[in-house]
């Protein structure tokens, strides 16, 4: 158990709609990180937020948008949903948000778009 | 922007055997490199990682690594797989723009 916990386990929906997954980063952690894995994509980083800021962005679509709030948990959420953006997607966090630090991964979230 | 090639997609062993898993990187800087394993179901549990000194990491559940600069590689080895070592092993680099970056995962079946 790495202590960073993620909700829903999962989640099913249909195409256009909207959905807000849930991370909470291990105790101490400032540093919360967004990763999609998905069989033709792979793991691939979306986003990073540091103590309530954004600190870095990857491959994140206009379409998904994320906030870390001040009890430092954070919330991704996914809009106009397509089938494509099926996908497992993982929640990461770490203590200080620096590229040397290890990044504790949640057990995910399995999203599935019908 | 760095980037992280791992060669084998499958790699069947028995179960007592040597297990080498390879990674490649592509990064301009003093690199830190992490190995990730994923069980089926699961997220991903970090098995080691390497920063500086020592370029012979040792990891959990028997792991090492062996970060070698001239060949930009950090291969992951074990002397002796069991079955539960049966896992989607991920190499990845870090750098001081915060992210990871995966390769594309080594699949490992174990048989007996």
């Known amino acids: 158990d790495s202590g960073v916990t993620q909700t829903p386990k999962h989640l099913i929906t249909a195409t256009g709609q909207r959905v807000t997954l849930r991370c909470s980063p291990r105790?101490?952690?400032?540093?919360v990180y967004w990763y999609q894995q998905s069989l033709d994509q792979g793991l691939q980083f979306l986003i990073q937020?540091?103590?309530?800021?954004?600190?870095a962005k990857g491959n994140i679509l206009e379409r998904f948008s994320a906030q870390q709030f001040p009890d430092l948990h954070s919330e991704l959420n996914l809009s106009s949903l397509e089938l494509g953006d099926s996908a497992l997607y993982f929640c990461?966090?770490?203590?200080?948000?620096?590229?040397?630090?290890?990044?504790?991964f949640g057990p995910g979230t399995r999203l599935t778009v019908l | 922007a760095q980037s992280v090639t791992q060669p084998d997609i499958h790699i069947t062993v028995s179960e007592g055997a040597s297990l080498e898993l390879r990674c490649n990187y592509s990064y301009g800087a003093t690199p830190y490199l992490f190995w990730y394993v994923q069980s089926p179901g699961q997220g991903l549990q970090l098995l080691l990682k390497y920063f500086s000194g020592d370029t012979l990491v040792q990891g959990i559940k028997g792991f090492e690594a062996e970060f070698k600069r001239s060949q930009s590689s950090f291969n992951l080895r074990k002397p002796s797989v069991h079955w539960s070592d049966a896992a989607e092993y991920f190499c990845?680099?870090?750098?001081?723009?915060?992210?990871?970056?995966f390769g594309a995962g080594t699949t490992v079946t174990v048989r007996a």
């Open positions: 990461a966090s770490s203590a200080k948000g620096a590229g040397a630090d290890t990044q504790y």
């Open positions: 105790s101490g952690d400032l540093s």
């Open positions: 990845a680099v870090g750098s001081n723009d915060y992210k990871l970056s």
């Open positions: 937020y540091y103590n309530g800021e954004e600190r």
